[in-house]
């Protein structure tokens, strides 16, 4: 079986091993997420201060209905009451990750396909239209995530934050409305390191770039961009780079121009 290594050098070859990469970024840095939130809550209890470090622990899915958020009941008890947060943005992180697992098989696909059968891929015209479809929704589908996912990250960072929530925690709520009449202190003990998620959603919409360029090479290589055949000439085609790779046969009229400049004078 013959590879078509040429492929890999045109943008239309080329950008799927980009997207290959982008793809598995994106959602390796999404699915893998994982990291903590801390509430400090200090009082003095018998004279003597004590501090509680409150966790909250931040990954995917992020679904908050099931992750629990535990507490002191009062400050400086052993005793614990639990919560669940009424926050769930698994829906959009979960489709988020299934577009970039999408996208992955079917860049190192499409790669494959190029290399070993591009034989079939530019004798049969459905081929290319095929790809420009898949390719163009896979675009749309980076659109929409990457819109979703962005408002999702900053839903996330904020209501999980320790600001956000001390307001969980009846004592912390009530001081903070009567700081006068307070001996509990509740206080952002560390806010969580987002910059995984925050790399996650700029590889989402540089997802987003590539896919819709890389629509403009497969268009290139469907019968809507190739120039259409002129009587007496054989088919052409053009590669990603609108360079002609093949070239028809010579009209009789050609033929004739050509045998006139070598015919030598005198005869």
């Not at 470090?53 to 009941?73: A, G, I, Q, R, T």
Request: proline share 4%; net charge neutral; hydrophobic share 40%.
């Amino acid at each position: 079986m013959d590879i078509n290594t040429r492929a890999v050098k045109e943008p239309r070859g080329f950008i799927r091993i980009i997207q290959f990469i982008f793809a598995i970024l994106a959602f390796a840095t999404t699915a893998g997420f994982d990291t903590q939130t801390v509430l400090d809550i200090s009082c003095k209890v018998d004279g003597k201060a004590k501090l509680d470090h409150v966790n909250y622990k931040v990954e995917y899915p992020f679904n908050f209905h099931d992750v629990p958020f535990k507490y002191p009941s009062k400050c400086g008890e052993e005793k614990s009451d639990t919560k669940y947060l009424k926050m769930d943005f698994s829906s959009t992180a979960q489709f988020f990750v299934t577009v970039g697992v999408l996208c992955l098989l079917y860049s190192l696909g499409s790669l494959v396909f190029y290399l070993f059968m591009a034989k079939y891929y530019e004798t049969n015209p459905l081929l290319p239209m095929i790809d420009l479809v898949a390719t163009a929704i896979l675009s749309i589908f980076w659109l929409a995530g990457s819109i979703a996912w962005a408002f999702r990250v900053s839903d996330v960072q904020y209501y999980t934050s320790p600001k956000q929530l001390k307001d969980e925690i009846d004592y912390c709520k009530e001081c903070f409305e009567n700081p006068q009449n307070c001996t509990v202190v509740c206080s952002i003990g560390k806010t969580g390191n987002w910059a995984s998620l925050n790399v996650s959603l700029i590889l989402g919409f540089g997802n987003l770039f590539v896919w819709a360029s890389s629509c403009w090479f497969v268009f290139k290589e469907t019968t809507l961009h190739r120039k259409p055949m002129q009587m007496g000439e054989g088919p052409q085609r053009f590669d990603s780079f609108g360079d002609q790779t093949r070239q028809g046969p010579i009209t009789q009229q050609n033929q004739f121009q050509q045998q006139q400049q070598f015919t030598p004078s005198g005869y």
